[in-house]
């Protein structure tokens, strides 16, 4: 079956209130970011993610092949992440790194903004 454009917001609404309201993959509550999620490669429809969710669904997906990645090395990947993100790995600091107290500075060939 396909899903008519003028359907889709009813549809969504249906399956966010049997998901009780929650994002299928972090599980928050959704207030007013609510898409209806789907496989681009097959077109069927999955589950009502967060607008930000299905937007970082979509980048890990459409760039798993460009990096090599497959089903199995994903799930490592993704069961690591956290943990890896929210470590202090190393003292030294990258070389293109701006420090907040520094400013926004105009950055590598950009004109000064007008006034």
């Known amino acids: 079956m396909r899903l008519k ?6 549809y969504r609404s249906q399956q966010l209130s049997e998901q009780r309201s929650c994002c299928a993959l ?21 589950q009502v993610l967060h607008r930000g969710c299905n ?14 990645m497959d089903i199995q090395r994903l799930s490592k990947w993704a069961s690591n992440i ?18 907040k107290t520094m400013g926004r500075g105009r950055g590598k060939g950009k004109k000064p903004p007008k006034r």
Not at 61 to 68: L, S, V
Request: aromatic share 6%; charged share 30%.
């Open 26 to 46: 972090c599980g928050d509550m959704i207030i007013d970011d609510a898409v209806l999620d789907h496989d681009h490669r097959t077109g069927l429809i999955r």
């Open 55 to 68: 937007s970082m669904l979509g980048k890990i997906e459409n760039n798993m092949a460009r990096n090599r």
């Open 82 to 99: 956290v943990d890896y993100i929210t470590k202090t790995h190393t003292d030294i600091v990258h070389p293109t790194y701006k420090e």
């Open 5 to 10: 454009y003028t359907e889709v917001k009813d």
